[in-house]
């Protein structure tokens, strides 16, 4: 379970990484593009950082990872990677990251770097999540 945890731990902080160097719309799945599409068709995620959670939930829980006598394990891990997504959604939404390669000024257009959400992303659509 330990060394399985740690390569979905692993997979999830690349992605954040990701997102904190290219900015939320960052392509970060490592999923294939039909799976991308089946997810948002299905689910209607649209950042890949979300795309990139759902698969590795669903990876936790294929038959050939998942042990039945390790079944508390595996909710918890899941449960803990769902945090780490939402923790660093809300250090976004506050403005507590910066993202892009340069981390020196706040929103210089000219180094590329960005403080919280862009402009268009608005908040009021999180108001209608039901956590």
Same mark, same amino acid.
Request: charge should be negative; charged fraction near 25%; proline fraction near 4%.
């Given at each position: ?59 936790? %829980? ?47 257009? &000219? ?12 908040? &009021? ?5 039901? %956590?």
């Amino acid at each position: 379970y330990q060394l399985r945890f740690a390569e979905f731990c692993k997979r999830l902080d690349r992605a954040l990484d990701g997102v904190r160097r290219e900015g939320w719309e960052a392509n970060v799945f490592t999923g294939e593009d039909r799976d991308a599409k089946a997810i948002q068709d299905q689910l209607g995620f649209e950042l890949p950082i979300f795309l990139e959670l759902y698969d590795t939930l669903l990876s936790m %829980w294929k038959s050939n990872v998942f042990l039945r006598p390790l079944m508390h394990r595996f909710l918890r891990g899941a449960v803990q990677l769902v945090g780490r997504v939402l923790g660093f959604v809300k250090e976004g939404l506050d403005g507590k990251i910066e993202f892009g390669e340069n981390n020196g000024n706040e929103n210089d257009a &000219s180094s590329g770097t960005m403080v919280g959400l862009p402009p268009y992303f608005g908040t &009021s659509a999180l108001k209608i999540l039901p %956590w």
